[in-house]
């Protein structure tokens, strides 16, 4: 499959799951180039930002995974090619 560049956008509505979070991104690291995260002092919510390379389907497991995780939302957004 051809690689692809893209983003995946992670809400975290909890910060008690975050634990898990990392743990999923940790099994996605060879496809993560950069990681940015911005937690929401004031509530509860989180921000994390991921760029990623790989395959279309390598970037839906990793959003896909982490969007079962309970208070999270996840969404990846790709280049049609790279």
């Known amino acids: 499959m051809e690689k ?8 975290v509505k909890d910060r008690a799951v975050a634990p898990l979070v990392n743990a999923v991104i940790s099994q ?13 002092r004031d509530s509860s919510v989180a ?7 790989g395959d ?3 970037i839906n497991a990793l959003s896909g ?6 208070h999270i939302e996840a ?4 280049t049609k090619s790279a």
């Open 65 to 70: 995974k982490l969007g079962r995780i309970e």
């Open 4 to 11: 692809r560049i893209g983003t995946v956008t992670v809400l």
């Open 47 to 53: 921000v994390i930002s991921l760029i990623v390379e």
């Open 28 to 40: 996605y690291a060879d496809i993560i180039l950069a990681r940015q995260g911005l937690p929401f």
């Open 56 to 58: 279309t389907n390598q």
């Open 75 to 78: 969404k990846a957004v790709v």
